[in-house]
């Protein structure tokens, strides 16, 4: 199996749980569109998706991310996060940027999200996404102090490898 496509299964908790246990070494694409970025991130988490490349989610009711213990030391991207119009605040990407597998990620898409300040503040102080070529932040409330928390002066060219960045508000 190296693509689940869980579109429009309305699972919870507990499906979420069984995600994170499960074993899907070939798995390389997880789609959960309106179920929630919550349940996708606890795949990111899992020892058994090694070769996770891409997941997506979009137009959730969740606003935060409730996560388990990371447990995904030993994988690093490539990963392609796509998270659109899922309701997430600051604490959803300081959560985000705390998980060790999108450490590794080549792009971030986040647009339609209200991270605001705080959260492009998070971004900008994580030193672990040297990796991102395409960071997508489009209407996500920044602003010019976003703009500068997402930038900050001491950034010691942690988005050099930045080719295509979407701020549109």
Avoid: K
Avoid at 110 to 131: K, Q
């Amino acid at each position: 199996l190296t693509t689940l496509e869980l579109n429009g299964n309305a699972f919870g908790p507990s499906a979420s749980d069984a995600l994170s246990g499960a074993s899907l070494p070939a798995l390389e694409t997880l789609g959960v569109g309106h179920e929630g970025p919550a349940s996708a991130l606890y795949a990111l988490r899992s020892a058994g998706m090694p070769t996770l490349s891409t997941f997506t989610s979009s137009s959730s009711s969740e606003s935060s991310l409730e996560l388990p213990e990371d447990r995904s030391e030993e994988q690093e991207g490539p990963l392609v996060v796509s998270m659109h119009n899922c309701r997430l605040g600051a604490e959803a990407v300081r959560a985000l940027v705390e998980t060790r597998r999108v450490w590794g990620a080549t792009a971030l898409h986040m647009s339609f999200n209200p991270i605001g300040v705080e959260g492009a503040r998070a971004l900008g102080a994580c030193e672990n996404l040297r990796s991102l070529t395409s960071l997508d932040l489009e209407m996500c409330d920044l602003g010019d102090e976003g703009l500068e928390a997402l930038f900050p002066e001491c950034a010691d060219g942690r988005f050099a490898a930045l080719e295509r960045l979407e701020l549109m508000s």
